[in-house]
């Protein structure tokens, strides 16, 4: 069975400071993992992937996450947080012998403190 | 830009009435749409899966005979809200599956219902 667990469903940081969400998974084979950004009232905006390509996946505002099998993590972070950042975080993994479906975690909201 | 058009973003209705929502692959040609409702400050519960030119397929516990869906060609898919009650005020999003396993969902913006 396929799953993702976020750890902590409310993270909060000052502005400046380093910026960790956790995300780890649950797959039967070698899944494709995803993290995702959502505003209020809006849908979900890719941040990064992991396809097995690299470990260390960079994404969009600065966003970097590290595939780690031995673990079966796949952690967001961000050196330096912005007000901007401020955000609900979902990872997601999918796994195409489930026909590509995706399973999503519960999700982080990250609050960043002036 | 977006690659998925969703619409409406916001609808208010009466109780009893029925919603439509358009879920728009702009450009991909997709035989596949998820949907999702989203509870405040949770994830997304996927409610269906849309295919084009057949029966959708629903998640347990998902009404069929409430939640109708119509994907009628590869880039329209439609959710609508039939006889609403307030219990299914909602935020509801669209999602398309570009059909790689290691390809990202792309998301529509997601409609917010409120049912008075």
């Known amino acids: 069975a396929q799953s993702v667990t976020q750890l902590g469903s409310h993270v909060s940081v000052s502005e400046g400071a380093l910026v960790l969400l956790r995300c780890n998974y649950s797959s039967s084979v070698p899944p494709y993992l995803f993290w995702y950004v959502q505003y209020p009232n809006q849908g979900l905006q890719l941040l990064l992937k992991?396809?097995?390509?690299?470990?260390l996946v960079k994404g969009i505002n600065g966003f970097e996450a590290e595939f780690k099998k031995s673990e079966t993590s796949f952690h967001l972070t961000k050196p330096s947080a912005h007000m901007s950042d401020a955000a609900e975080y979902f990872c997601a993994v999918s796994v195409w012998d489930t026909g590509n479906q995706f399973y999503f975690g519960t999700g982080t909201s990250l609050t960043v403190i002036p | 830009g977006a690659v998925v058009s969703q619409h409406p973003s916001w609808v208010i209705c009466k109780s009893g009435t029925s919603v439509k929502i358009e879920c728009r692959s702009l450009?991909?040609?997709?035989?596949?749409m998820f949907w999702y409702r989203q509870f405040p400050k949770q994830s997304l519960m996927l409610m269906a899966t849309s295919n084009e030119g057949s029966k959708a397929t629903y998640e347990q516990g998902v009404e069929k005979d409430k939640f109708l869906i119509n994907h009628a060609s590869l880039t329209l898919s439609t959710l609508t809200v039939t006889s609403a009650h307030p219990e299914d005020s909602s935020f509801y999003i669209c999602?398309?599956?570009?059909?790689?396993?290691?390809?990202?969902?792309?998301f529509g913006n997601g409609t917010r219902l409120t049912v008075t």
């Open positions: 992991y396809t097995s390509a690299a470990t």
């Open positions: 450009d991909f040609q997709a035989t596949t």
């Open positions: 999602s398309v599956p570009r059909g790689e396993a290691n390809s990202p969902l792309h």
